[in-house]
């Protein structure tokens, strides 16, 4: 499974891949905002992409078709390794195929349900992303998008790939992975949760305590 960083934060972003914990990165309008200030969201979308060799998702801000499509072409002017993300509305299943005729790469975001994936993966979407904890925030089993998803993908031997997005906990992580959603985009707090375990910890802590009491006795007068 690929972890892509669900932030614009460069400061995130570059702590994530110089560990080498991340596949790409994915934003969104309002991850710019919070981020951009008095920048060029362009400008702070380039920096991102220098940093990042995988894939980095820039969203349109346009509803209709030709404004989605011309959006979508000056962001995948900015580098090579920028995805255009598209909502999921009629006017942008057009855009996705029309960008995708044009070579550029989609993700189609803003899904609730597999047959928003299916039909975004018909127009041609290079990656689909299901909302898991929006949904679970209003009573439905959000993860159950990915498994129905999942099945239908691999049923018609559908290559685009299945993203997890809106995710809040590690073990929204786990439940993806198992289900074999082909990326997860990770919040950075819930990337930090995934390298921890209090055990870690504390076998960590015995073992240090164990060896210096060894050292102690060799150093120790006879
Ligand atoms: C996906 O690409 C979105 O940016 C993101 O996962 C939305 O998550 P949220 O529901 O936490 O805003």
Known sequence: MKFFLDTASLKEISWAAQAGLIDGVTTNPSLLAKQAGDLDPKDVLKEICSVVEGPVSAEVV????????????????IADNIVVKIPMT????????QLAADGIRTNVTLCFSSVQCLIAAKAGASYVSPFIGRLDDVGQEGMDVI??????FDNYRIDTQILAASIRHPRHVVAAAMIGADVATLP??????????????RGL??????????????????
């Open 62 to 77: 346009a509803l209709d078709t030709d404004g989605m499509v011309t959006e979508g072409a000056r962001l995948a002017e």
């Open 90 to 97: 009629e006017a942008g299943m057009v855009a996705v195929r």
């Open 147 to 152: 498994r129905e998803a999942r099945t239908i």
């Open 188 to 201: 950075p707090d819930v990337l930090r949760k995934l390298l921890l375990h209090p055990l870690t910890d």
């Open 205 to 222: 802590d015995q073992f240090l305590a164990d060896w210096n009491k060894l050292v102690g006795r060799a150093k120790a007068p006879v």
